[in-house]
């Protein structure tokens, strides 16, 4: 059984650890894989985050977004996150967390099931796609309805390659994510069935 606690601890240390070209240089790239998804939509809403404690920027993904899609901040409701469109210079409030979020009504933003795509973001990943966030399990309960069927929104983890490892442990409520985007690649989980082939 894997230390998540540690592992996170590791990560979280490798990626704060990146120097400024490196961070400028990974965002653009990331943007170049997200924007190379098969199944990246052409309208709608695309669900970011605000890049903290050295997380993977989006702002180039948010720039260059095509004139179809709309993007959107998470926002802290309940025990649930909700999201809200936002362009620079719009406000935003501190959450619980020290995290920017769009000075709104929470209860007035949008459902998770009204997103297009979510992109997620990541402390760890493995190579089945299984996904080590900040250990909250803000997402895993946002998006928890996926767990019955697959149904929209895309959703993407975003991460530093640095930050894959060889392999995770699942709990019953993780949610499995479709692709996870780096700077230098798309990788779209695998399972034991596929590896046996």
Same mark, same amino acid.
């Given at each position: 059984?894997?230390?998540?606690?540690?592992?996170?601890?590791?990560?979280?240390?490798?990626?704060?650890?990146?120097?400024?070209?490196?961070?400028?240089?990974?965002?653009?790239?990331?943007?170049?894989?997200?924007?190379?998804?098969?199944?990246?939509?052409?309208?709608?809403?695309?669900?970011?985050?605000?890049?903290?404690?050295?997380?993977?920027?989006?702002?180039?993904?948010?720039?260059?977004?095509?004139?179809?899609?709309?993007?959107?901040?998470?926002?802290?409701?309940? @025990?649930?996150?909700?999201?809200?469109?936002?362009?620079?210079?719009?406000?935003?409030?501190?959450?619980?967390?020290?995290?920017?979020?769009? @000075?709104?009504?929470?209860?007035?933003?949008? @459902?998770?099931?009204?997103?297009?795509?979510?992109?997620?973001?990541?402390?760890?990943?493995?190579?089945?796609?299984?996904?080590?966030?900040?250990?909250?399990?803000?997402?895993?309960?946002?998006?928890?309805?996926?767990?019955?069927?697959?149904?929209?929104?895309?959703?993407?983890?975003?991460?530093?390659?640095?930050?894959?490892?060889?392999?995770?442990?699942?709990?019953?409520?993780?949610?499995?994510? @479709?692709?996870?985007?780096?700077?230098?690649?798309?990788?779209?989980?695998?399972?034991?069935?596929?590896?046996?082939?």
């Amino acid at each position: 059984m894997t230390d998540r606690s540690a592992l996170r601890r590791r990560l979280r240390d490798q990626r704060r650890a990146l120097p400024a070209p490196a961070r400028i240089a990974a965002a653009e790239g990331l943007a170049t894989q997200l924007f190379a998804l098969p199944a990246l939509p052409a309208t709608g809403y695309v669900a970011g985050y605000w890049a903290s404690d050295g997380e993977i920027g989006l702002h180039v993904l948010q720039m260059r977004l095509p004139a179809g899609l709309i993007y959107c901040l998470p926002v802290l409701h309940d @025990d649930t996150l909700r999201f809200a469109p936002w362009r620079a210079g719009d406000p935003l409030v501190t959450n619980r967390y020290g995290i920017p979020e769009p @000075d709104i009504e929470p209860a007035s933003a949008l @459902d998770a099931r009204e997103m297009a795509l979510v992109v997620t973001p990541l402390v760890g990943f493995d190579a089945r796609g299984h996904r080590l966030g900040m250990g909250g399990g803000w997402y895993d309960r946002t998006f928890a309805f996926r767990q019955a069927q697959a149904a929209p929104p895309l959703l993407v983890g975003a991460a530093f390659a640095l930050q894959q490892v060889d392999a995770l442990d699942v709990a019953d409520w993780d949610v499995p994510l @479709d692709a996870i985007c780096t700077e230098s690649g798309i990788l779209f989980p695998t399972t034991a069935a596929d590896e046996t082939r």
